[in-house]
């Protein structure tokens, strides 16, 4: 079997960049390309870091500019969870040589599911602005794209409000539209990645491995350890665990759910209803990560890493 077909669509941030570079080193998957949104930072800033870190690691990968704003309203600033430029304290060259695609992230959506006739596979981990729009300008997507990935909502609890995982929180009308869709997929969100941490041990074993691609997730690493010592988030591999979910199921256990995103409300926005009783009767469209075996995690993720196809 030929390796499956897939694009990232992300808002890179520290942990969707260790996500891409892990990526790369997975023989499963091949990344037909990378499309970027806003989200942790505006979208000038996670295009260029797709941008400088595909350069980085010395690929040759398709990367397209995306959304720069909610398709609802826009209610949040941006936060400083990632930095001022979304790779912390990393600052990569600025690769102006490397071309960006001609095409917008739907139209490379439309695309390459075209090509790939029913086998594309997409992982999701920002806000799904970029795939709402695609799934509007081209209805047929819902035919042709076989399983979407992806990081955010939560069973209980949130991390940008009290209800709301910030991925859904920043586009709610975007994820209700993806997730009512009816295109297979699969929900990672915090209920499981509040639990994929790494500490500094993993950070100095990835170290070693030393290529291009290692020494970057490590020093992104190392921003994270010194953001959690400052009181902010921990070294948490949110997206990361979504590519998990695709290529080393194992990492976790699943149930399926119906799942609706609530878009309309002061205070609960982007709250992801996960109905694990069955109280609305409706035909569950998510298959749900309920629970996470994190060496299992740990262990795929630093292979994954090591096995990166970086410079
Ligand atoms: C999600 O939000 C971002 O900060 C992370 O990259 C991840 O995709 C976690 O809530
Ligand atoms: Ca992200």
């Given at each position: 079997m030929g390796r499956r077909p897939f694009i990232i669509d992300c808002d890179t941030g520290t942990d969707d960049a260790i996500?891409?570079?892990?990526?790369?080193?997975?023989e499963e998957i091949e990344v037909r390309a990378i499309t970027s949104v806003n989200g942790n930072v505006s979208e000038p800033y996670t295009s260029r870091n797709n941008r400088n870190l595909a350069a980085h690691l010395g690929l040759n990968v398709e990367v397209a500019h995306g959304a720069r704003h909610?398709?609802?309203p826009k209610r949040y600033d941006y936060s400083l969870t990632h930095g001022q430029t979304g790779l912390g304290d990393v600052?990569?060259?600025?690769?102006?040589?490397?071309?960006?695609?001609?095409?917008?992230?739907?139209?490379?959506?439309?695309?390459?599911?075209?090509?790939e006739n029913g086998n594309l596979e997409l992982l999701v981990v920002g806000p799904m602005t970029n795939i709402a729009i695609a799934l509007c300008l081209y209805p047929e997507l819902k035919e042709q794209i076989r399983h979407i990935w992806f990081m955010g909502g939560a069973i209980r609890g949130g991390n940008s409000s009290t209800s709301a995982e910030f991925n859904i929180?920043?586009?709610?009308?975007?994820?209700q539209l993806v997730i009512s869709s009816g295109i297979p997929m699969t929900m990672v969100g915090l209920d499981v990645t509040e639990k994929a941490v790494l500490n500094r041990e993993d950070e100095q074993e990835i170290r070693s491995y030393g290529h291009n691609g290692a020494l970057l997730?490590?020093?992104?690493?190392?921003?994270?350890?010194?953001?959690?010592?400052?009181?902010?988030?921990d070294a948490l591999m949110h997206d990361a665990l979504a590519l998990a979910a695709a290529v080393c199921p194992e990492c976790m256990e699943y149930h399926d759910y119906f799942v609706d995103v609530v878009c309309d409300s002061i205070y609960t926005a982007g709250h992801t209803v996960v109905d694990v009783r069955n109280r609305f009767g409706k035909e569950p469209n998510v298959q749900v990560a309920v629970e996470l075996k994190p060496e299992v995690f740990k262990t795929w993720l630093k292979s994954s890493i090591k096995n990166c196809k970086s410079i």
């Open positions: 996500a891409l570079v892990a990526a790369f080193g997975c909610p398709i609802g600052i990569l060259r600025d690769a102006e040589e490397y071309a960006y695609s001609k095409d917008m992230a739907p139209e490379v959506i439309r695309r390459i599911a075209a090509e929180w920043v586009d709610p009308n975007a994820a997730s490590a020093d992104l690493l190392n921003y994270m350890f010194v953001r959690h010592g400052g009181g902010g988030e």
